[in-house]
């Protein structure tokens, strides 16, 4: 299937996809967990909700032929760049080109909106998916930034730094 627009109503969907592509023991089934690093919630309903009430982000969703979401990502625009963000794969369907689709439509997207590049942060300690983002044309910038503090997406384990990886368009 394409990869679309998410709607309001795919709320409740993504809250579970995201979650389970992230944290608990459905994450562990996939390469992308970041349960041995956090506790809590990656993402919730509330945090959805308001994302849809923001002009400036657009959440894309792969579905399968059943209507089930299998992938998201979420996009804002920045002045002239487009972050990405909470990219989820459902664990179960990693590694069958789901977030290659979900890549392309986003810089897709950054094209559309008259962005130059497209931007992210990842874990910098998550060595095998700062590489996989390499692959597919990103790069570290050299900033450094301190994880979130105020515990909304997550508890770290321990000490977490993120990187900003880019890619120009």
Not at 85 to 94: A, D, E, I, T
Not at 107 to 118: H, K, M, N, T, Y
Request: hydrophobic residues 35%.
């Amino acid at each position: 299937m394409p990869v679309t627009k998410a709607l309001v109503t795919d709320v409740p969907e993504l809250n579970i996809l995201v979650n389970s592509a992230y944290r608990g023991e459905t994450s562990k089934k996939g390469w992308t967990t970041e349960a041995n690093l956090l506790d809590g919630l990656r993402v919730d309903e509330e945090t959805l909700y308001s994302y849809f009430d923001d002009p400036a982000v657009n959440i894309l969703k792969h579905t399968e032929d059943d209507g089930v979401i299998t992938g998201c990502v979420y996009l804002e625009k920045r002045s002239h760049k487009l972050y990405v963000g909470m990219f989820s794969v459902s664990p179960l369907l990693q590694a069958n080109g789901i977030g290659r689709q979900l890549l392309v439509a986003a810089e897709a997207s950054a094209r559309q909106l008259d962005c130059d590049s497209l931007t992210m942060t990842v874990i910098s300690i998550r060595h095998e998916l700062i590489a996989w983002y390499q692959r597919r044309g990103y790069q570290p910038t050299g900033e450094v930034l301190p994880f979130h503090h105020d515990k909304k997406f997550g508890n770290p384990k321990q000490p977490i730094e993120l990187i900003v990886m880019e890619k120009k368009i």
